[in-house]
C-alpha cells in the first residue's frame, strides 16, 4: 500500500487487553509498517506503511487472532452490527442456560442441601451433575477453552486462559471428589459444579451487556454513514433519471428537488436554495447556494431547486473523507491508552503468579480442609483479576468522543491530540480566515458633495474588472450587489504597489493609494483625514480620481467574523492566552485584535517564520495550540502542541493540523478543547475505576482479608464482579453521548459558506 494510506482490518478472537497489544506487536513486526494500532472496544486496526494486506493477515493469524480487511466502511458497519446482535442473542442464550443450572444448583445448597460427597447415592448424582456442568463448559464456555488453547499454543495468556483455568479448576475438583471421595478428608469432599457453571452464565452475562451498550458508542459514525442517499437524480440526454449513488460520475449533472440530501460534492450551476449543513459543520443556520457555489454530499437541500455538477464522487466527497478520519481517530490512542495496554500485557502473567502464590499460601498457612480453601482462593483471583476493563476504558470513551467531536463540525484526526487538547494554556490565531472571513469586502464609500455614489461605484468596479487586484473583487461584488451595469474599461493601465487607471465612457478614472494620486498630480487632501481614520480600524483606503478631480474615497477590509470576539472571549473566560500571529502591517494587526479583544500581537511575520514563532513560545514553556487556514500556516500548524486547521481553508493545512473545524467559527476551537477534557476526564474515571477494581479485588480474591474478618470471596461472586466491571466502564463511556458544549455558536452563513 502507498505510505501515505492505511488498511483497515476486522480483527476476531481478541478477548481482552493483553491481545491488543499481541496484535499491534505482531503488526508492527511486519516490514515496512509505520504504525499498527488497534481497538479493542471495536475490533479493528489501522495499519500504515509499506505492506499487503495479505502479510498483515498472516501476521494476525500467526499470533493467534484471525483478520479481514475492511474495504466498504457501510457494509462493514452493517456486518458489524448483524454479527454484534447475532453474538447477543447467543451470549444470552448461553447465559441462561449456565445460569439455569448454576442457581438450582446454588438454592438447593442455600435451602441446605449437602454439597459433598459421602454416600455411594450421592456419588451418583453428583457424577450426573458432573456431566452436564461439562456439557455447559463445552456449550456456553466452549470458546473460552479454544481460545485459551490458542493463546497457550502462541505462549501467551489472555482473559479466556483465566476463565478456562479457574472453571476447569472447579469441575475438575469436584470431579475429582464424585471420583475418588476416600482419598479426601471428610470436610474436603465440598462440590464445585455450582460454581463454574455460574461464572460461565455471569460471564457471558455481563459480555452480552458489554456487546449492547457497545453498540451505541458508534452512533456517531452510522448516523454519518445514514447521511448519504442511496440514489442520485442525474440528467444526462435531457433526461432525469435515479441512478445508484456508486454510479455517478465525475461531471455528471445532478438535481436536487426540495427536501432532498445532496447526493455527492458539486458546484451549483442552476437555481438557487438554503442548504442545511449542520450534519457535516455542526453549524445550525441553513447557508444560501446559488451558481458558482459549493455543496456538500449529505447536507439537506431547503425549498429551492438545484442543479450542480458533481465534482466529487465515491471516497472522494467531503462526507467520506470524515468518515474516514472519524474511524481513524477512533482507532488512535492518546498516551494514556497506550500506557493501560502496556500494563495489560503483562497482566494476565502476573495474575497467574498471583494465583499459584495464593495457592501455595493457602496449602501451607491455610486452615483445614486446605486444598478446599486453596481450590476456592485460586479460582476467585484468576477469575475476578480479567482485564476486560481495563482494556475497554480508553477505547470506549475515544470513540465516543472523537464521534461527539464530529457533530460539532470538529474532526480529531490523532487520538494524542484529544488528550492534549485540554491541556493548552495558550491559543496562537492567523488573522485572515481565521479571526476574519478571508474575503475582503467594501465596507465604506465617501464621495465628495454633488458626486453620485452609485455613478462612482458604477466607474470603480469597471476599472477594476481589468484588474487582478485581490481587493478588486470587493469592489465589483459591491457593484453587483447593486445591481449596477458595468462598462468596458479602454487604455488600462497598472502600476504596482500604487494603482489603476482607465477610461471608461469618455472618463479618465484612476483608482489607488494616496501615491498614486501624487504620481498623478491629483489633489487628494481633502481625503487624507479621513482616509487615516480609516487605516487605524483595519480599513484599506483607496482614492478615487475621475477627470482629474479626487472625488471618491473607498474602504475595503477583510470584515471580523460575527461570532469572533464571542468565541475569543469564551477561550479567555477558559484560562487560555490568546495571540494573533499575522502576516499584517502592525497597525492593521492591532486593530483587528482591539476590536476582537486579542491583548498580544505578533505583526510583519513572513509565512516561513511563523513556525519559528511558535518554537519560541514553546521554549518559553507554553503548550500551544495553532489555528490557521493557509498554505503559510502549515508549518505553525505542524509544530504546535495541537494544530487546529479552519476546514474551510486549504488541504496543506488542513493535512498538517491533528483538528479539523469544518465550520469557520472559533467557537469549534473552544468545543474541541470542552470535548477534549470530558473525554479524558472520562478515561481517567474509566482506567481509575478499573485499576482500583483490579487492585483491590484481586488481594480480596486471594484471602488478605481472612485472617482478620474471617471474609474469603465467593468465586461466583467475583464472576459477576468481573463481569459488571466491563459494563460499567462501558456505560461511564456512553455518558459522553449527552455531552454539549457550553455554548454553541450561531455564526452567520457567511462564516460557514465551502465547508465542502
Known amino acids: 500500500m502507498p505510505k501515505d494510506e492505511s488498511i483497515r482490518l476486522a480483527i476476531t478472537g481478541a478477548k481482552c487487553a493483553g491481545c491488543v497489544k499481541k496484535i499491534e506487536t505482531a503488526l508492527q513486526s511486519v516490514d515496512g509498517i509505520a504504525t499498527a494500532e488497534m481497538n479493542f472496544a471495536e475490533r479493528t486496526a489501522e495499519v500504515s506503511g509499506l505492506a499487503s494486506s495479505s502479510e498483515l493477515i498472516a501476521a494476525i493469524e500467526k499470533a493467534g487472532f484471525g483478520a479481514t480487511v475492511i474495504e466498504d466502511e457501510e457494509k462493514a458497519q452493517q456486518e458489524r452490527e448483524a454479527a454484534d446482535l447475532a453474538h447477543y442473542k447467543k451470549l444470552m442464550t448461553h447465559m441462561t442456560v449456565s445460569l439455569g443450572v448454576g442457581v438450582i444448583l ?32 463445552y456449550y456456553a464456555g466452549g470458546h473460552f477453552f479454544t481460545g485459551a488453547w490458542r493463546s497457550f499454543k502462541n505462549h501467551s495468556a489472555n482473559m479466556d486462559t483465566l476463565i478456562a483455568l479457574g472453571t476447569g479448576a472447579a469441575w475438575s475438583y469436584s470431579m475429582y471428589v464424585v471420583l475418588l471421595p476416600s482419598t479426601l478428608p471428610i470436610e474436603a469432599r465440598h462440590i464445585y459444579f455450582e460454581a463454574a457453571a455460574m461464572i460461565i452464565g455471569l460471564i457471558n452475562l455481563g459480555t452480552a451487556l458489554e456487546v449492547r451498550a457497545r453498540g451505541k458508542t458508534s452512533q456517531a459514525i452510522k448516523r454519518l454513514l445514514g447521511l448519504q442517499p442511496k440514489t442520485a437524480r442525474i440528467i444526462r440526454a435531457g433526461e432525469e433519471q435515479d441512478i445508484p449513488i456508486a454510479s455517478v460520475q465525475l461531471g455528471d449533472k445532478i438535481r436536487v428537488r426540495p427536501g432532498e440530501k445532496i447526493p455527492v460534492d458539486g458546484r451549483v450551476i442552476e437555481g438557487s436554495s438554503l442548504v442545511d449543513e449542520s450534519m457535516l459543520t455542526g453549524e445550525p443556520v441553513p447557508v444560501a447556494k446559488a451558481a458558482g457555489d459549493n455543496i456538500a454530499a449529505g447536507t439537506l437541500n431547503g425549498s429551492g431547486s438545484l442543479t450542480f455538477e458533481a465534482t466529487r464522487v465515491g471516497h472522494q466527497t467531503a462526507l467520506a473523507q470524515i468518515i474516514v478520519q472519524v474511524k481513524k481517530a477512533q482507532n488512535t490512542k492518546p498516551a494514556i491508552g497506550r500506557l493501560a495496554d502496556t500494563i495489560s500485557a503483562i497482566f494476565v502473567p502476573s495474575v497467574m503468579i498471583i494465583a499459584v502464590i495464593a495457592a501455595l499460601a493457602w496449602y501451607n498457612l491455610g486452615p483445614d480442609p486446605k486444598i478446599a480453601y486453596m481450590l476456592v482462593a485460586t479460582m476467585t483471583v484468576l477469575i475476578i483479576a480479567c482485564p476486560c476493563a481495563l482494556g475497554l476504558a480508553t477505547p470506549m470513551a475515544v470513540m465516543v468522543g472523537v464521534g461527539k467531536a464530529a457533530q460539532f463540525g470538529v474532526l480529531i484526526r490523532k487520538g494524542e491530540a484529544l488528550q492534549t487538547a485540554g491541556k493548552l494554556d495558550t491559543i496562537v490565531l492567523d488573522k485572515t480566515g481565521t479571526i476574519t472571513q478571508g474575503r475582503p469586502s467594501l465596507v465604506k464609500q465617501f464621495t465628495v458633495e454633488g458626486v453620485d455614489k452609485n455613478h462612482t461605484l458604477m466607474l470603480a468596479a469597471s476599472l477594476e474588472q481589468a484588474s487582478e487586484h485581490p481587493l478588486a473583487m470587493a469592489v465589483i461584488n459591491e457593484a453587483k450587489q447593486n445591481n449596477l451595469s458595468l462598462i468596458e474599461c479602454l487604455d488600462f493601465h497598472a502600476e504596482s504597489g500604487q494603482g489603476i487607471s482607465g477610461s471608461i465612457a469618455g472618463q479618465t478614472v484612476l483608482i489607488g493609494n494616496q501615491r498614486w494620486m501624487e504620481t498623478n498630480r491629483i489633489d487628494a487632501s481633502h481625503l487624507i483625514a479621513l482616509a487615516t481614520e480609516w487605516s487605524l480600524q483595519a480599513i484599506t483606503p483607496l482614492f478615487m480620481a475621475i477627470d482629474g478631480q479626487a472625488v471618491s474615497l473607498i474602504g475595503v477590509s477583510d470584515p471580523i467574523k460575527e461570532d469572533s470576539k464571542e468565541a475569543i472571549q469564551r477561550l479567555k473566560s477558559k484560562g487560555l492566552k490568546v495571540i494573533m500571529l499575522t502576516g499584517d502591517k502592525e497597525a492593521t494587526a492591532r486593530a483587528i485584535a482591539q476590536q476582537v479583544g486579542i491583548d498580544t500581537v505578533i505583526a510583519d511575520v513572513l509565512p516561513t517564520a511563523k513556525g519559528d514563532a511558535i518554537s519560541n513560545l514553546q521554549q518559553q514553556g507554553a503548550v500551544i495550540g495553532m489555528v490557521g487556514d493557509g498554505i503559510n500556516d502549515a508549518a505553525a500548524l505542524a509544530l504546535a502542541d495541537v494544530g487546529f486547521a479552519i476546514g474551510t481553508g486549504t488541504d496543506v493545512a488542513i493535512e498538517s493540523a491533528d483538528i479539523t473545524l469544518m465550520r469557520g467559527s472559533l467557537h469549534s476551537v473552544a468545543d474541541a478543547i470542552e470535548v477534549s477534557n470530558a473525554t479524558v476526564r472520562n478515561i481517567k474515571q474509566n482506567l481509575f475505576g478499573a485499576f482500583i477494581y483490579n487492585a483491590l479485588g484481586i488481594p480480596v480474591a486471594a484471602g488478605l482479608l481472612y485472617p482478620f474478618i474471617g471474609i474469603l470471596l465467593n468465586p461466583m461472586v467475583a464472576g459477576a464482579a468481573m463481569s459488571l466491571s466491563s459494563f460499567t466502564v ?26 465542502s
Open 730 to 755: 462501558v456505560s461511564n463511556a456512553n455518558r459522553l453521548r449527552f455531552f454539549k458544549p457550553s455554548q454553541t455558536a450561531v455564526s452567520s452563513s457567511t462564516s460557514s459558506t465551502g465547508a
Open 106 to 137: 446454588m438454592v438447593y445448597g442455600l435451602l441446605g442441601g449437602s454439597m459433598t460427597v459421602e454416600s455411594t447415592g450421592e456419588r451418583v448424582v453428583w457424577f450426573l451433575v458432573g456431566v452436564l456442568t461439562l456439557w455447559i463448559l
